[in-house]
């Protein structure tokens, strides 16, 4: 059974800077993409980016490009995502996906990781 | 980037309606996109791909169809549980979303 599981809630002062983590299991982590995508309170889903665990390649959302880094560790089956700069507008829960079981598309998500940034 | 366009924002009907949700592309897309359905607190559920293939496990009550720049979602006769926001989704060259049609209960 495939799982994603995301670290706990987070809370972080203005300009400062937050990673998560998102651990799998049942599947082969470095075979597929893992992505992230961000919700705020009350609005849509923005996909932010995404990384090959095989080679560490990473894409971006030009949103996302300046203050977004992805990363993962293939010996933990583990993916990261660290915002720099924070602010208040990046008050939001935050997810993991992976592309593994729909060809490019999302079926298996992490639990989100709620990150709220307040003074 | 592609900026996809959903309407109605939001569509209220009654249990047993059929619901016709809209999604057009500012390029067109060949048939690469997705619809997803989201409840509040729970994270997005993948509905269709690849424009008209169902998910594995999603009703037939849901199908998809369109292609190059306009696409439509349609819930066939909705069911309780079907109240939520959908949102499609396109993977072309990189990923995004549109800004969701919320179905609510009449």
């Known amino acids: 059974e495939v799982h994603l599981v995301q670290s706990g809630a987070e809370v972080k002062k203005p300009g400062a800077t937050v990673k998560i983590s998102c651990k799998v299991s049942?599947?082969?982590?470095?075979?597929?993409?893992m992505n992230w995508v961000r919700q705020a309170p009350g609005k849509g889903l923005e996909w932010m980016g995404r990384i090959d665990p095989e080679n560490g390649e990473t894409q971006y959302s030009e949103k996302f490009q300046a203050r977004v880094t992805i990363t993962a560790d293939t010996s933990k089956d583990t993916a990261y995502l660290e915002v720099s700069s924070l602010r208040s507008e990046d008050t939001a829960v935050h997810y993991c996906?992976?592309?593994?079981?729909?060809?490019?598309?999302?079926?298996?998500w992490g639990q989100g990781t709620l990150v709220t940034v307040s003074s | 980037e592609i900026v996809l366009t959903q309407s109605p924002a939001t569509l209220s009907l009654s249990p047993g309606e059929r619901a016709t949700l809209s999604c057009r592309a500012s390029?067109?897309?060949?048939?690469?996109l997705a619809w997803y359905q989201q409840k509040p607190g729970q994270a997005p559920r993948l509905l269709i791909y690849?424009?008209?293939s169902r998910a594995t496990g999603i009703p037939a009550r849901f199908s998809g169809s369109g292609s190059g720049t306009d696409f439509t979602l349609t819930i066939s006769s909705l069911e309780p549980e079907d109240f939520a926001i959908y949102y499609c989704?396109?993977?072309?060259?990189?990923?995004?979303f549109g800004p969701g049609t919320k179905v609510d209960i009449k």
């Open positions: 049942g599947y082969t982590f470095i075979n597929y993409y």
């Open positions: 390029q067109s897309l060949g048939s690469y």
């Open positions: 989704q396109q993977r072309s060259p990189l990923f995004t």
């Open positions: 996906t992976t592309d593994y079981g729909s060809g490019s598309y999302y079926v298996y």
């Open positions: 690849d424009a008209s």
